[in-house]
């Protein structure tokens, strides 16, 4: 019996390693030294997808972490992934070790109890973010409370070619109508792709009378009145889009090729810079500009996210920290790289790393802070899942 017994305990399963941490960054480097993070980040970007490569060596050069990019075409698959390892008791070493994520999938898995944390706040580099003056403690409404990691900033903003659409647009409503007088010279990314549905959204905030209405959960009893306006402009677009809405691009990426030859005059973007880069890179043409509503655009953060079973939290703490370094956040905001706004407050910065930053040509496309204007506030989650839901019914179309 007596073998028995130490036969049974040699076979039972290892008990979980605590977790390192955050606030004893001495331990998390030293935990994180040859770990491997497979960081679950979208790949439909080659520059987004070639920054990543560039951080990857970084961490490794400096932290010995060993950094995997795996390309995701949306992000609730990585959510699905870690919510099936939970359920199958897989709570010590899962796939994901990092997530880059936005609203309602942080909202699902902080309310499913999938997240590491919290950390964000324990990070070196938190010092320097711009908690104040940057959306990075609530995402879509919902409370960071240290569960993720802000590293960029974005805002929409409207992609036009001043050679064939000399003049801004205002408003939805004065998009609409430049729309009916220049059928066929817009579009949008298919919903569920996140710049698609952020569109929609971006008509509902703009048109409503009082979007605040926006910030509180949708219901059966307020979701009808609300939409009504969203469903009854799209009805009127629809017919005088890209190809009468019969197709739709399939990501943001995919309309600025359209722009390039010539098939669209207008499109829409989620990043500032991104015109910028993207004539930088002969991608487009250097009468490409931007512009916002008169109103204001929806901005918000792009974060990280630490899986509650990650096998690397303490590698997936390393570059998170690293992504909020004055180095990777100046590197991001170069329009010949990514340019992305930046989450890091300069008044914080030495002399010497705002220089890095005061030094960036933004680009010939890129507004200036104060031409960006007003951030408009993203709706909380639950109404961008149904909104997303019911255009699929109404306008979908097969990929």
């Not at 008791?89 to 999938?105: C, F, K, L, Q, R």
């Not at 999938?114 to 990070?123: K, M, V």
């Not at 009854?232 to 990501?251: C, F, I, Q, S, V």
């Given at each position: 019996m007596k073998h028995l017994a130490v036969l049974a305990a040699l076979l039972a399963p290892l008990p979980a390693l605590a977790d390192v941490n955050p606030a004893d960054w001495d331990a998390v480097l030293a935990e994180a030294t040859g770990q491997t993070v497979y960081w679950n980040a979208w790949g439909g970007s080659t520059t987004t997808n070639e920054f990543i490569a560039w951080v990857g060596d970084r961490v490794s050069a400096e932290f010995g972490v060993t950094l995997e990019h795996v390309k995701l075409t949306d992000t609730s698959d990585a959510v699905t992934r870690v919510l099936s390892e939970k359920q199958a008791?897989?709570?010590?070493?899962?796939?994901?070790?990092?997530?880059?994520?936005?609203?309602?999938?942080?909202?699902?898995?902080?309310?499913?109890?999938?997240?590491?944390?919290?950390?964000?706040?324990?990070?070196?580099?938190?010092?320097?973010?711009?908690?104040?003056?940057?959306?990075?403690?609530?995402?879509?409404?919902?409370?960071?409370?240290?569960?993720?990691?802000?590293?960029?900033?974005?805002?929409?903003?409207?992609?036009?070619?001043?050679?064939?659409?000399?003049?801004?647009?205002?408003?939805?409503?004065?998009?609409?109508?430049?729309?009916?007088?220049?059928?066929?010279?817009?579009?949008?990314?298919?919903?569920?792709?996140?710049?698609?549905?952020?569109?929609?959204?971006?008509?509902?905030?703009?048109?409503?009378?009082?979007?605040?209405?926006?910030?509180?959960?949708?219901?059966?009893?307020?979701?009808?009145?609300?939409?009504?306006?969203?469903?009854?402009?799209?009805?009127?677009?629809?017919?005088?889009?890209?190809?009468?809405?019969?197709?739709?691009?399939?990501?943001?990426?995919?309309?600025?090729?359209?722009?390039?030859?010539?098939?669209?005059?207008?499109?829409?973007?989620?990043?500032?810079?991104?015109?910028s880069t993207a004539i930088a890179n002969y991608e487009l043409p250097d009468t490409v500009r931007t512009f916002v509503l008169d109103k204001g655009t929806i901005g918000n953060a792009s974060f990280v996210a630490i899986p509650y079973n990650s096998g690397s939290k303490a590698g997936a703490m390393v570059v998170a920290d690293f992504l909020m370094s004055p180095e990777a956040q100046a590197r991001a905001q170069d329009p010949a790289i990514l340019g992305y706004g930046t989450v890091l407050n300069m008044d914080a910065l030495t002399a010497e790393d705002r220089a890095a930053f005061d030094g960036l040509e933004l680009g010939v496309a890129t507004l200036t802070p104060a031409e960006l204007g007003t951030v408009q506030a993203e709706p909380h989650p639950s109404w961008m899942t149904r909104i997303a839901d019911d255009w699929s019914a109404r306008y979908g179309v097969a990929q």
């Open positions: 008791g897989e709570n010590d070493d899962g796939a994901i070790d990092m997530i880059w994520i936005n609203g309602s999938n942080f909202a699902a898995m902080k309310d499913a109890d999938l997240l590491f944390g919290p950390y964000a706040e324990d990070l070196p580099n938190w010092a320097l973010v711009d908690a104040e003056g940057k959306a990075v403690q609530t995402d879509f409404t919902v409370p960071v409370e240290g569960y993720e990691s802000p590293w960029a900033m974005a805002q929409v903003v409207f992609v036009h070619n001043t050679a064939t659409m000399p003049d801004r647009v205002g408003s939805m409503q004065a998009l609409q109508n430049w729309a009916q007088a220049n059928p066929g010279r817009f579009s949008y990314p298919q919903p569920p792709d996140f710049l698609g549905t952020t569109f929609l959204k971006q008509v509902l905030v703009d048109i409503l009378d009082d979007p605040s209405v926006l910030a509180t959960p949708a219901t059966d009893e307020n979701y009808d009145a609300v939409t009504a306006p969203l469903w009854a402009y799209l009805d009127e677009l629809t017919p005088n889009l890209w190809r009468e809405g019969k197709a739709y691009p399939a990501t943001g990426t995919a309309m600025f090729p359209l722009i390039a030859d010539g098939e669209l005059d207008l499109s829409i973007s989620f990043s500032p810079g991104a015109a």
